[in-house]
């Protein structure tokens, strides 16, 4: 399989506990987005990575939050101290430079 | 005022008919524009670039305005298969966000 893919599928946790996701691009691609969606909403965008380099982080995003990508390749977005409130699917994208995205399947949380 | 704006529907249309949907952006810097489609419970898939001056694939229509920053989507001949949430993507002030819409239902019946 050469698309994208995330891991876990579905991660449950309490609330105060610290998550961490993974996510592996389609190879050739330089750019990965993490989105954040809850249900009857659009994916929010979250950050940005082009290679290893965070371009840009959403200005609504918690510090509790934070991603790496340190060789270019896969990526983890972390979630500190977990809230009820951090409950969604988290997707990952990659992408080359025309930013036609392609997603991976997601990561559900709950957080109880 | 949100970024990426849709009517959020449920449009429900039979087989066969016409449907367009729209969408309205607050970036006028905005440079790219894209709509994808999301089957339930699936995670979003391109459908289809959005340019200036148009674009159409098969059974697809997008269309670009800038003056009114307004991006609109024509599906004509529906399809059963056609039935799932359409999403308007445009670009944000970095070029590097893109952001969505809340999407469009659509259900096409038999």
């Known amino acids: 399989d050469t698309g994208v893919s995330q891991d876990p599928r579905h991660k449950i946790t309490k609330r105060g506990q610290n998550v961490t996701f993974r996510c592996d691009p389609i190879s050739e691609h330089n750019r990965l987005y993490w989105y954040r969606q809850t249900l009857g909403q659009g994916p929010e965008f979250l950050t940005y990575f082009q290679n290893e380099a965070q371009l840009e982080k959403s200005r609504l995003l918690s510090d509790r939050f934070s991603a790496e990508r340190p060789k270019g390749s896969f990526s983890t977005l972390e979630i500190q101290r977990t809230e009820q409130g951090d409950s969604a699917m988290y997707l990952c994208a990659s992408s080359l430079q025309d930013e036609k995205l392609f997603f991976g399947s997601g990561t559900q949380l709950s957080v109880l | 005022r949100k970024e990426v704006e849709q009517d959020p529907g449920p449009f429900n249309v039979p087989e066969g008919a016409t449907v367009a949907f729209n969408c309205t952006y607050s970036n006028s810097a905005s440079q790219s524009f894209f709509w994808y489609r999301q089957d339930c419970r699936k995670e979003p898939k391109l459908l289809m670039s959005?340019?200036?001056s148009g674009n159409e694939d098969g059974r697809f229509t997008a269309q670009l305005n800038r003056a009114s920053q307004y991006i609109s989507l024509l599906i004509r001949d529906s399809k059963l298969s056609d039935s799932a949430t359409y999403l308007c993507v445009v670009s944000g002030d970095s070029g590097y966000a893109l952001n969505f819409g809340k999407g469009t239902s659509l259900l096409v019946t038999p």
């Open positions: 959005v340019y200036s």
